[in-house]
């Protein structure tokens, strides 16, 4: 096997819960803090990423230390690469996959449409294949997007609005993945729960996400561009802050239901469920940027444009009374106290990049 020798010798007696869990995207924002918890109460868990280069690989990389140093261990691997992923289910009997790897951003869909059917759809379905043939199967946790509410109209978005209306390719592929695992648990027996974060933010973050990158540049004294949607002031989203956003994970993985099986009449009888994570109070990003401002002490240079038509929506609002009900999701950071420690993190980061290029 060309498993890590290290993998081989130590994710099953590592399980402390029984619960063996196999994180995708575990190198990413949501993947590094959803392992950590996993970890720290005591889950064996196996980590999966792939590395791209969709933003800076140092973040990581970093990540993946930080991983280590608690003793999770990321394979580098693709969800797309059928041989890779059956080793894996081989060697080890996962009693749940919480799948995070995607290719996310919405803008980026316009330069590289391939990276999103690559892994938000094929390898989706590769993942799929494999859990589907596992034995047993595990209960799947994934994520899937505020985004496939995309044009709707309707505020707050609730899990039973349409979602027919997605408006990038990003947000097609997420609501394509809805379908696709409705299909596989229907057909296969297979446990899976959708889970349809809001814009999260935090520590360990996304680069390519607004608050980051609007905290570099007013750092920087560079100027950053707001964008506005004709006659309704700045775009406005539900930020939710990552720990927030990891107690749902928890609670998702805790109420799967075990998978069935396929065959006979087990068929439909595992369970199917979709819920939003949200903070239920979105902030306009013109406020964004003023608590940005109180934090950094900073006045940014702004530039204010129109909303263009390139995958964003105006508006995000989460309604999480399901999730509240059936998974106990309670939100309780605020944008300010979360930003706060966003910022925190961002300025140590950057400065032991600095200091210390090579360790990053
Ligand atoms: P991220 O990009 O930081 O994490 C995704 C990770 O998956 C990355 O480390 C990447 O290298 C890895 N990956 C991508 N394609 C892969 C592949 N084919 N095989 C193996 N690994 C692969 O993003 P994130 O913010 O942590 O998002 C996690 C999940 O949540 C994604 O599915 C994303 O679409 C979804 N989501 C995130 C947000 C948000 O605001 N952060 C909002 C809605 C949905």
Redesign the pocket.
Known sequence: SSLPYKLRKSARPLSQSGRIVLV??????????VSLALKSRGDGIVG?????H??D?KL?RA?QKLLEKAGVFVVE?????KRALQQLFDAIQFTHVM???????VRYAMQNPG?YV???IA?FVNLLEICKSANPQPAIV??????VYGLNSKVPFSEKDRTDRPASL?AAT?KAGEEIAHTYNHIYGLSITG???????GPW??P??AYFFFTKDMLKGKTITIFEAPDKGSVARDF?YIDD?VKGCLGALDTAKKSTGSGGKKNGAAQFRIYNLGNTSPVPVSRLVSILEKILKVKAKKKVLPLPRNGDVEFTHANISLAAKELGYKPTTDLEAGLKKFVQWYLKYSNSKKKNSAAW
Request: charge should be positive; hydrophobic fraction near 35%.
């Open positions: 995708t995207g575990a190198a990413g924002f949501v993947g590094t803090h999966l990423d792939n590395f791209n969709y933003y690989p990581k990540r691997g693709d969800i797309n690469d799948h995070l790897a995607a290719q996310a951003g990276s690559h892994s938000n390898g994934w994520a899937s997007s505020s985004s990003y997420k889970l349809r974060f809001f814009t999260v933010y973050g996304r390519d996400m939710t956003i």
